[in-house]
C-alpha cells in the first residue's frame, strides 16, 4: 500500500492507485468468497477497502465501474448452477472504535431528526464468521439454498445445504409467509473442526486452516455426503425477498425464526443507546472464548422495519446497519491450564492450554510460556514484562500472533482474575520420570540458565522418544522409512526404547507387522467415518502384511556402518549440532577416541588438563560432553547401540588424484546429489577448508541450481566456478 497520504495525492496518481486496488481487493474477493482460502488477515483486507474508499470520496469522479465499493463477494465458483437473488445480499459498513458506533447511532438520529417522538430501537448480535446462505421457502418447505455469490448470483448448494440439521426441511408453526428466504450463516464449531483434523492426520490427509474456511469448503463439496460428515450449524438472522414481514421489528422477526424451527443467537438483545450497544459488545466479546464457535464482531441493526426501509442504502450497503469488528490480530480468551512438555534435549517448556479462540484466521488453543521466569512476569534479563504480572491458571487474557505466526500473551487483564487463583508453582522434577529438574548456570553470564531441565536423560521417555526421532532424522543416521511417525508408534508399542533397539527390529518382525497392521485399519476406520462408506472384505489383522517391511529393514542395515561425524551428532548431546560434530570426528577419528577422552574429562577437576584445545569447541560443548560421559546411566545404552552400530573412522583421504587439499571451498545453490552437510564433511575430509561466504581467499566455489550471490561475487572476483558433477570428477567420486 502506497504510504502517501490521500490528501497529498494528485489526480493521476489517484486514479493510478484505484485501479491497483481494484484488481488487489477483486482476487482477495476470489480467494475469499469463491476459494475458501483468504491470503491476508480481515484487517488487511478492511485497510485496502477504507483507503479505497477515502480515495473515492476525494476524487468522486475517479470511482470506477469495477470499484469495490460498488460489488459484494466475488463471482460464483464453476460447478454449481447458478442463483439470482431476487434481493442482493448485501454486505455491511464497519465500524472499529467506540467512536464509529457512536457516528452511526447519530447518523441515524440526525436523518429522522423532524420525528421529534421518534424512539430509534438498535439490535446487537455477534458476528458469525462462517459462509452467508440464502434459504428459499415456499409455503413452508424449503425448495432452493445459495451461497452469497457477489451478491446478486449466487451458487446453488441446496442437496448440501439440506444435510446441516439446523436448517429446517420444513417449517414449524403456520404463521410463515408464503415465500421467504431466511439468510443467515453456515459455520463449523471449534469441536468439530479439531476432530475433522485429528480424523485427517489419521489417514495422512489434508491440514485445515480454520473453521471459517473449512465449513465454507465442506459446503461446496460435490458429494453431499462429505457435507453430512462434517456436521456444519447454521444461525439465521435475516431474510430478503419475502411475500410479507416476519414481524415489525427486527428483533421480533428473528424470534419467529427461532419458532420457525432455526437457531437464532442467543446473544442478540435490543438497545436504545450508545452505552448500551457498546456494553453488549464487550460482553459478547469477553465471551468469545467460550462459544464454541468463531466470531467477529457485532452487528448492530436499526431494530424498527419501518425505519430500515426509510433510511434506504448507499451502494453494496445499507445504511440502517454496521459491523462493529474485534480487533483483527488480538483476542481475549482464559487460561485452562498450564502443561508442562518434556523436549528432546530434556528442556521443560511450560504451555498454557486456551479456552479456544481464532486470531488473525486460525484457531489458538495453545501459547508458549517460554520458561518459569515468564511466567511470574520477566524477561530472561529479569526485567518485567506484561507490567510483570504473572500468569495464573483461570486468567483472562489477551493474546495476539506475533508476525501473524506465533501466538502469544499479551496482557493479563487482571480486573478479571479469579479470587482463588494463585500463582504458578513451577516443577522441580520432570512429570515424565520423575528425576529432579534443574537450572545451569551459564557459563558465558553466569547467571541461572532460565530454562529447567530434566536430568533423567536416556531413561527419561520424553527425551527418549524425541531423541530417537532425532537419532533417525536427515541429518543424523538419515534411516529412510523410520520417519517420526513410525518412531512414535515403535515407541508406544514397546518395540523401540533405545537406538539399539532399532538395529534388532527386524528380530520381532510379528510384532512390528501387528503395529503397522493395527494403525493402518484406525486409518481405514477413520475414512470410512468420514466418508461414510463400509469396506468389502475386509481382512484381519493377521492376515494382512506390511508390503514396505523388507525394505525399512535393509534401510536399517544400510546404516550400521554410519560416518563418525553423522553418529556423533545422532547421539544428541546438548549443544552439539552438525558443525561441531564433524569437528569432533576430525580430531578424534574414532567413537572410541571420543568416548575415552570424554570419560577422562567428566572424571577431571580441571577438564582442560584433559580435553585438547580445538578451535571451534569451547566451555560449553566440553561441559555438555562431560555430563553426557560421565553419567553412568548412558553407559549400558551406548555399549548396546555400539554393539549393534560400528561408526566408520574418519580419515582425511587426500590422494594423488585430488587437487582441493589446502583450498578453500565454497558451495552454493542446491545440491542434487548429496547434501550440503555431506559434501562439507567430504571436502573437509580431503583436507579442504570450506566456507559460508566468497571473497578473494575463495580458491573454488561449486554452483548448484539457484545458486545466487555467492556465484555473482565469484564471477566478479574471477574465481573458478564448477558445478557439482565437475567437483566428483575432481575428487575422484565422478562415475
Not at 445445504?161 to 463449523?188: H, N, Q
Not at 453494496?316 to 483476542?331: D, L, S
Not at 517448556?349 to 486470531?359: D, E, H, K, M
Request: a negative charge; charged letters at 30%.
Amino acid at each position: 500500500m502506497s504510504e502517501k497520504s490521500i490528501e497529498s495525492l494528485s489526480e493521476s496518481e489517484a486514479a493510478e492507485e484505484l485501479k491497483r486496488l481494484a484488481a488487489e481487493i477483486a482476487e482477495h474477493d476470489r480467494r475469499y468468497h469463491t476459494e475458501d482460502a483468504p491470503t491476508i488477515s480481515d484487517a488487511e483486507y478492511d485497510a485496502l477497502a477504507r483507503r479505497n474508499l477515502a480515495i473515492e470520496e476525494r476524487f468522486p469522479d475517479l470511482v470506477r465501474e469495477d470499484s469495490p465499493s460498488r460489488r459484494v463477494g466475488a463471482p460464483p465458483a464453476e460447478g454449481f448452477a447458478k442463483v439470482r437473488h431476487a434481493v442482493p445480499m448485501l454486505s455491511l459498513a464497519k465500524a472499529y472504535t467506540d467512536q464509529d458506533v457512536a457516528d452511526f447511532i447519530e447518523r441515524g438520529r440526525r436523518f429522522f431528526d423532524r420525528d421529534k417522538d421518534l424512539d430509534i430501537a438498535f439490535t446487537a448480535e455477534p458476528k458469525i464468521d462462517g459462509l452467508s446462505a440464502s434459504l428459499r421457502y415456499v409455503n413452508g418447505v424449503f425448495v432452493q439454498g445459495a451461497t452469497r455469490g457477489d451478491g446478486a448470483v449466487g451458487e446453488d448448494i441446496t442437496a448440501n445445504l439440506k444435510t446441516i440439521a439446523d436448517i429446517p426441511k420444513k417449517l414449524k408453526g403456520a404463521d410463515w409467509p408464503e415465500v421467504i428466504e431466511i439468510r443467515g450463516e453456515v459455520y463449523m464449531t471449534y469441536a468439530e473442526f479439531e476432530a475433522l483434523k485429528q480424523r485427517s492426520a489419521a489417514i495422512g490427509g489434508q491440514d485445515y486452516v480454520n473453521p471459517r474456511n473449512t465449513a465454507a469448503g465442506s459446503l461446496r463439496q460435490k458429494d453431499p455426503a462429505v457435507t453430512a460428515s462434517r456436521n456444519l450449524k447454521f444461525f439465521a438472522y435475516a431474510w430478503g425477498y419475502t411475500t410479507a414481514d416476519p414481524a415489525p421489528t427486527q428483533y421480533g422477526s428473528v424470534q419467529k425464526f427461532a419458532e420457525w424451527g432455526f437457531k437464532v443467537s442467543p446473544l442478540m438483545v435490543r438497545a436504545k443507546s450508545i452505552a448500551e450497544l457498546i456494553a453488549q459488545y464487550h460482553r459478547i466479546e469477553e465471551q468469545r472464548s467460550s462459544l464454541g464457535y468463531d466470531i467477529d464482531g457485532v452487528v448492530y441493526k436499526v431494530d424498527q422495519l419501518e425505519l430500515q426501509r426509510r433510511w434506504g442504502f448507499v451502494t453494496g450497503e445499507p445504511r440502517w446497519a454496521v459491523a462493529h469488528k474485534f480487533p483483527a490480530e488480538q483476542a481475549m480468551t482464559t487460561v485452562e491450564r498450564i502443561d508442562i512438555q518434556v523436549g528432546r534435549t530434556g528442556t521443560l517448556a511450560p504451555v498454557a492450554r486456551l479456552a479456544p479462540v481464532t486470531v488473525g484466521g486460525v484457531v489458538v488453543e495453545n501459547v508458549t510460556l517460554h520458561n518459569e521466569d515468564y511466567i511470574k512476569g520477566f524477561d530472561s534479563n529479569g526485567q518485567p514484562i506484561r507490567d510483570g504480572i504473572d500468569v495464573r491458571i483461570g486468567d483472562t487474557v489477551v493474546i495476539q500472533r506475533a508476525g501473524d505466526v506465533i501466538p502469544q500473551i499479551v496482557s493479563v487483564v487482571i480486573g478479571k482474575r479469579p479470587a482463588d487463583a494463585v500463582p504458578y508453582e513451577f516443577p522441580h522434577t520432570c512429570p515424565v520420570c520423575g528425576s529432579p529438574a534443574t537450572r545451569e548456570i551459564n557459563e558465558k553470564t553466569g547467571k541461572e540458565d532460565s530454562r529447567r531441565r530434566c536430568t533423567g536423560e536416556l531413561i527419561c521417555p520424553a527425551q527418549a522418544v524425541e531423541g530417537l526421532r532425532h537419532f533417525v532424522s536427515r541429518g543424523a543416521l538419515d534411516i529412510e522409512g523410520l520417519g517420526a511417525e513410525n518412531i512414535d508408534l515403535f515407541f508406544n508399542a514397546g518395540l523401540v526404547k533405545t537406538a539399539a533397539d532399532i538395529f534388532t527390529l527386524k528380530d520381532r518382525r510379528p510384532a512390528v507387522t501387528k503395529a503397522l497392521a493395527e494403525r493402518r485399519e484406525e486409518q481405514a476406520r477413520l475414512r470410512e467415518e468420514a466418508s461414510g462408506k463400509t469396506r468389502k472384505n475386509v481382512r484381519s489383522v493377521e492376515e494382512r502384511n506390511y508390503e514396505g517391511l523388507d525394505k525399512l529393514f535393509a534401510a536399517i542395515d544400510a546404516r550400521r556402518e554410519p560416518e563418525l561425524d553423522r553418529f556423533i551428532f545422532a547421539l544428541g548431546i546438548r549443544h552439539i549440532g552438525e558443525t561441531t560434530a564433524a569437528v569432533l570426528a576430525r580430531q578424534f577419528s574414532t567413537i572410541e577416541e571420543l568416548i575415552r577422552v570424554g570419560k577422562e574429562t567428566a572424571k577431571a577437576d580441571d577438564p582442560h588438563t584433559v580435553f585438547p584445545s580445538i578451535s571451534g569447541i569451547g566451555d560449553t560443548v566440553i561441559g555438555a560432553l562431560r555430563d553426557f560421559f560421565g553419567n553412568e546411566r548412558n553407559d549400558d545404552v551406548l555399549d548396546a547401540l555400539l554393539a549393534q552400530v560400528h561408526p566408520k573412522p574418519y580419515v582425511v583421504e587426500i590422494s594423488a588424484d585430488s587437487d582441493v587439499s589446502g583450498k578453500t571451498v565454497v558451495f552454493t545453490g542446491t545440491l542434487e546429489k548429496m547434501t550440503r552437510s555431506e559434501a562439507k564433511a567430504m571436502a573437509e575430509r580431503l583436507g579442504a577448508k570450506v566456507a559460508g561466504s566468497v571473497s578473494a581467499k575463495t580458491d573454488l566455489v561449486v554452483a548448484g541450481p539457484g545458486a545466487g550471490s555467492k556465484l555473482k561475487t565469484a564471477t566478479d572476483l574471477g574465481i573458478e566456478v564448477i558445478d557439482e558433477d565437475t567437483w566428483l570428477q575432481r575428487i575422484g567420486r565422478g562415475g
